[in-house]
């Protein structure tokens, strides 16, 4: 079995029995199929030092320290898959060191171009011409933009919402995230109005008639991808007066924690309507805490100047 299959096979094996999402396997497949291109001989029978000339590759190459420590990441998924299934009598990476990686800050969005971003999304949906494509877009990019900011979701749990969320007009709701974990989400009144706006014109389109999904599209999905939302999204943070290349939909849902925690919300509530299984995950909103604590004392401490 050549590097090829036993790639094939590994990558059948995380989606049978990991039930790996589509965008895990491929990233997966994109990592380890690089690695194999440039290993000689290919990645199935490279040894430590192969791989070890890889990483110091790649980091030459200018890539970033998580992304050096994703790829490997995959190529000891892949040796730990090999071993076990008794492909390979050792496990290479067994020896390697991780690259060294800084908690870099996540970006955001201050509340002032949040609320400049969601009153120009709204502003667009009620002066959009309802017969027309544009008018259509205008109402799903205000929906989106709303229902993102209310609940914190990941783009691919947004944009995959069933039609069922819209329908039951409830201010919570579940959402199925990684690993197929369920939890609560909140949905404000705003969030709420703009998805039953979307969902008066959505029901216009013989189209979305049977869909399953709140957001359409005629893609292989059957959903908005997650593709056209961050671009139409850029193009509202440019329409504005935001910078584009600082918008993204993960930096929205930055911005519903950030958020929170400045107003003071406790880091395990945030940690679970985000959905990290781990608070670690989440404790990258440290820098958010000790900025109110500084201004708490500050505010009122009785020595404080």
Sequence with gaps: MNSAARI??????????????????????????????????????????????????????GFAPTSQARKLSAIRQFFKFLYAEGLRGDD???TLDSPKKGRPLPKTMSEAETGRLIDRAAQEATNAALNDGDGLAALRLHALVEVLYATGLRVSELVGLPVTVALRDDRFFMVRGKGDKERMVPLSAKARAAMRAWLAVRATVPAFADSPFLFPAASDSGHLSRQVFARDLKGLAA?????????????????????????????????????????????????????RLVRLVNDHHPLAD
């Design 92 to 94: 290479p990476t067994g």
């Design 239 to 291: 329409r504005a007066g935001i910078t584009a290349a600082k918008i993204s939909p993960h930096v929205l849902r930055h911005a519903f924690a950030s958020h929170l925690l400045q107003n003071g919300a406790d880091l395990r509530a945030v940690q679970q309507l985000l959905g990290h299984s781990d608070i670690s995950t989440t404790q990258i909103y440290t820098h958010v805490l000790e900025e």
């Design 8 to 61: 094939e096979a590994f990558l059948e094996m995380m989606s049978a029995e990991r039930g790996a999402a589509e965008n895990t396997l491929s990233s997966y497949r994109h990592d380890l199929e690089d690695a194999s291109q440039e290993i000689s001989g290919g990645l199935a029978g490279a040894g430590a030092a192969d791989i070890r000339s890889y990483l110091d590759d790649i980091a030459e190459r």
